[in-house]
């Protein structure tokens, strides 16, 4: 079982920066690739970066792209999402996922997630 704690989201005006934490209890953590989702008032809820086990390889929405940077750090068992250049539309619920036993980078950014993290609320106002 793993399970996963999000961290550092908040208010931040247009065009600043944030940086979310995820962090996983288990062993296993550094074997999964992981990644972030979001989802905004009355929208479903959307892949936003990945990661893979190694992270060596990373995969991010056209819409972050140049913006947010995924990383981990296997050691700390934590993945994080630096987010620059923020707008007023990356305003979400940004939520941490692990792939789990078997799971890739590829089916994850597809939302197929075995574990999810409870959510950090992530507001740029205009």
Partial sequence: QVQLVESGGGLVPSGGSLRLSCAASGRTFSSYAMG????????????????????????????????FTISRDNAKNTVYLQMNSLKPEDTAVYY??????????VALTTGRSRYWGQGSQVTVSS
């Fill in 96 to 105: 941490c996922a692990a792939a789990g036993p078997g799971g890739t980078m």
């Fill in 36 to 67: 972030w989702f979001r989802q905004a008032p009355g929208k479903e809820r959307e892949f936003v970066a990945a990661i893979s086990w190694t992270g060596g390889s990373t995969s991010y929405a056209d819409s972050v792209k140049g913006r």
